[in-house]
């Protein structure tokens, strides 16, 4: 079984921010795993993670534009799980999202889900695009 189809099975009855609509992208091949470090030699704890994204949340407080205000109730949300369980391994799946996003799954050691992230990536989005989902001062 592919690394995807793995993901889509284990967590096929889960809860969790975005499951619809990266389940529905991925059933029908609009969306594609990118990359896991489930098996790999990178992983860390949800300690590590945590330590990332609180400071992560904190710097988003800097935009008023939907998408940082989503990004930043996203990430806090995440914090709260990561919190739970701080000495536990967290893996991270990237699904692609054609053209310039993707979603950020964090799933713990023990398969729970604790958190997705819809990000975009400057990288890709033009710059006058981006400009326009961060507002003003995007600096």
């Not at 945590?50 to 008023?64: F, V």
């Not at 205000?69 to 369980?85: G, M, P, S």
Request: with cysteine.
């Amino acid at each position: 079984m592919k690394a995807q189809e793995r993901f889509i099975e284990r967590h096929k009855d889960s809860e969790f921010r975005y499951k619809d609509e990266l389940f529905n992208g991925l059933n029908s091949s609009k969306f594609a795993l990118e990359r896991t470090s489930e098996n790999s030699e990178n992983s860390y704890h949800c300690k590590h993670f945590l330590d990332i994204y609180k400071h992560r949340a904190g710097h988003l407080k800097r935009y008023d534009s939907l998408h940082a205000i989503r990004l930043r109730e996203d990430t806090l949300a995440l914090c709260e799980e990561l919190a739970e369980t701080p000495d536990e391994i967290c893996y991270v799946w990237t699904f692609s999202v054609p053209p310039y996003s993707s979603y950020e799954v964090f799933v713990s050691e023990s398969g729970k889900v604790l958190g997705t992230l819809f990000t975009v990536s400057q990288l890709k989005m033009p710059s006058d695009e981006w400009e326009k989902l961060w507002g003003k001062d995007n600096s």
